[in-house]
């Protein structure tokens, strides 16, 4: 009868590690692999077409950059007078540059130059993986190096909209990151990998963190070279010396809203930041919820801390 007990007992570990392993790679698909599936882009009824109609017809060059073995792909648009201020505008998870094109306009039209990349796995770069910031940082940095090389006056701001707001705000905190880049901007980005794809898993899934998302993460440790707890948006903060604007919609249940409060409360102390919580916008609709005041916000915030005069 014991024996019998024990044979049951392994029998259903085994199959419990058998529907666990086809889950996380199922789960792993999902969350990290590159696809091909077309990009949402701002709908035609959006108060903000316009811009993005604008914005196609502006001048753009094509630039690339050649890092950890990935060639990365990125627009770059020269403001109307010339200047050296540019700001590097760094798109959400699953999207690319094109999805970014109201905020180009955005820039263009308070007189920056922009340059808008696509992440490694997205888009016209290189990469089969979706790193949700871990390594898109470092890529964030190289792509501000360059413009620092070919322009050494250079002074940028990095904006990030979701996936590229934490990339920008883990950028925030790396010493690599050159001193011509000045301030920051992030709407609507996670705390935390980890504390994003738990909160996903049960909001979406009705699935707990244990034992499915720990698997996932396993997954990523062994494909990509790091676990997602190893990826917060809080931890750069802490040693982020430079102004950070940081925006949310109070209607955001997707990177819920409570995250953009511990962002703002993790950034170092003494750093100047600036909160904006949009009214009825849901993820990353702020801009599109309230076009006025976000562009008055992030108006004021450039004209202060990276004014063209």
């Known amino acids: 009868m014991k024996k019998k007990i024990i ?8 199959v419990l590690l058998v529907v666990d392993g086809g889950a996380t ?6 969350a990290a692999i590159r696809s091909s599936a077309a990009v949402k ?23 690339t950059l050649t890092t950890d ?6 627009w770059y648009v020269a403001a109307d007078q010339p200047t050296h201020k540019t700001v590097v505008i760094v798109h959400g998870f699953r999207q690319d540059k094109s999805a970014m094109r109201q905020y180009g ?13 696509d992440n490694r796995g997205a888009g016209a770069s290189q990469g089969k993986f979706i790193s949700y910031g871990y390594y898109d940082k470092t890529d964030v940095i190289a792509w501000t190096k360059q413009l620092t090389k070919e322009d050494p006056t250079s002074d940028i701001t990095l904006f990030g909209l979701s996936m590229g707001a934490a990339t920008v705000m883990m950028a925030s905190g790396q010493k690599s990151l050159p001193s011509s880049v000045s301030s ?22 009705h699935i707990p963190a ?7 993460s396993l997954e990523n440790k062994i494909r990509q070279g790091w676990f997602f707890q190893e990826a917060k948006s809080t931890t750069a903060l802490a040693k982020d010396h430079l102004p950070i604007l940081l925006i949310h919609g109070s209607a955001d249940t997707y990177v819920p809203t409570k995250m953009v409060y511990e962002n703002y409360k993790a950034v170092k102390s003494g750093t100047p ?37």
């Open 273 to 309: 930041k600036s909160l904006l919580i949009v009214k009825g916008a849901a993820h990353a609709k702020s801009f599109e919820t309230n076009p006025k005041l976000y562009r008055t916000t992030v108006s004021a915030f450039m004209n202060h801390y990276n004014p063209l005069h």
């Open 41 to 63: 882009q701002v709908s035609k009824k959006s108060p903000n077409h316009a811009l993005v109609v604008q914005f196609d017809q502006l001048k753009k060059t094509k630039k």
């Open 210 to 216: 244990f034992p499915l998302v720990y698997s996932v």
């Open 25 to 30: 790679l199922y789960f792993y698909n999902v």
């Open 105 to 117: 306009e955005l820039f263009h039209q308070l007189g920056y130059n922009v340059l808008m990349p």
């Open 69 to 74: 073995g990935l060639k990365l792909d990125a």
């Open 184 to 205: 920051i901007i992030e709407d609507c980005g996670y705390s935390g990998v980890w504390d994003e794809i738990t909160y996903q898993a049960k909001a979406s899934y």
């Open 7 to 14: 044979k049951w007992v392994i029998g259903i570990l085994i």
